[in-house]
């Protein structure tokens, strides 16, 4: 097994995770969507099942080449929502910083897919991340800053650090969240020196896992998860319910308890987001709140994610409870945003 990040088709194809005769259209694929997979996720994938659900999440698909009508670039609106670059502030208690726009592995059902990768919009400038860090100063309501990208754990621990104690500097931020796959996909990255630079914020520092199948969950990825708890983060999850990956009661349940035996508080299940090309990924919003009856049935209360979809047009978060949501026809729905504005879905 290779021992070295896959970042191309060819890449793949040396290591026999997809054949030779993938290479024209996937070729045509990697020219739009970046590709990268660890050691770590490489060595989960199983060769002899076409239906893995770990390879569903990292090796590019032709279907990925099939784009929905209603899918767009910016499917959550972050752009409308960027007074600076680097920052989107949808909410006004907490903030987006997007550090990076590079990870050690690309999901293929990303939302940020066209705006991530080597193709994509790039790191943060000194200037960029002063300005940004000097509108978080601004906002006296910004109570939380979201560091997210891209993956912001592939930057070195000096950069984490000295982000960290820009932070710290500013009274009204009380909370440090962190989105990652990094412990999930290259759980040798969590070094004491990293750990060290998250928690010179003098911050509360919440960690948000992101790993959609119980395979996932590795004893490593257990033992680089419980070094962060030791340290002192509070560790949560994230996860995206997708067919073929995770979409029944059973997988749920194995997921959601591996989180709470690792010590992560299980926190979000998203439904896919409208990004180009991931159509093969959706699940109705009725399927999904089948599956989350199902799961109630199954599991603790301590497994119950909150089931969240992200409205499209920078609408915000809607949490998908039996009141939130109507079926007005087929596959399209009526769903009432934070503000009980009503919007149609997709």
């Known amino acids: 097994m290779a021992d070295q990040p896959l970042r191309s088709v060819d890449d793949l194809i040396k290591a026999e995770l997809i054949g030779e005769n993938e290479r024209a259209e996937l070729s045509a694929l990697e020219k739009r969507y970046a590709i990268a997979l660890t050691p770590s996720v490489a060595r989960l994938i199983d060769r002899d099942d076409p ?5 569903a999440q990292y090796l590019p698909r032709v279907d990925e080449l099939k784009e929905h009508p209603d899918e767009r670039a910016d499917p959550i609106g972050d752009q409308p929502h960027s007074p600076v670059e680097g920052i989107v502030h949808r909410y006004p208690d907490r903030v987006l910083l997007k550090l990076v726009h590079v990870c050690p592995v690309y999901c293929r059902f990303c939302f940020r897919r066209e705006m991530v990768g080597p193709q994509g919009d790039g790191n943060l400038t000194k200037q960029q991340l002063a300005t940004a860090i000097d509108y978080i100063a601004s906002q006296q309501r910004v109570w939380e800053v979201i560091l997210t990208g891209g993956d912001p754990l592939i930057l070195s621990p000096r950069r984490l650090q000295d982000v960290a104690e820009r932070l710290s500097k500013i009274e009204h931020v009380k909370i440090l969240r962190i989105h990652t796959r990094v412990p999930a996909v290259d759980p040798a990255r969590i070094s004491d020196e990293l750990i060290e630079a998250l928690i010179q914020s003098e911050k509360l520092v919440y960690l948000a896992l992101h790993a ?3 395979r996932e969950l590795t004893s490593e990825v257990r033992a680089a998860c419980t070094r962060l708890k030791n340290a002192g ?4 999850s994230q996860s995206v319910l997708l067919k073929g990956v995770n979409d029944d009661a059973d997988t749920l349940a194995e997921l959601m308890r591996a989180f ?3 010590g992560i508080n299980p926190y979000y299940l998203h439904h ?5 090309g991931t159509s093969h990924f959706r699940l109705t919003i009725a399927e999904g709140q089948a599956l989350m009856r199902q799961l109630r049935a199954r599991v603790s209360g301590l497994c119950i994610p909150q089931y969240i979809l992200d409205l499209p047009g920078g609408h915000g978060k809607v949490a998908l409870g039996e ?23 997709p």
């Open 51 to 55: 239906d893995d659900p770990i390879a």
């Open 212 to 214: 959609n199948h119980p």
């Open 233 to 236: 983060v509070v560790l949560i």
């Open 260 to 262: 709470v035996e690792t």
């Open 272 to 276: 896919p987001d409208m990004a180009p």
């Open 323 to 345: 009141n939130a949501w109507k079926e007005v026809a087929p596959e399209r729905y009526s769903i009432l945003d934070r503000h009980g504005m009503e919007h149609l879905y």
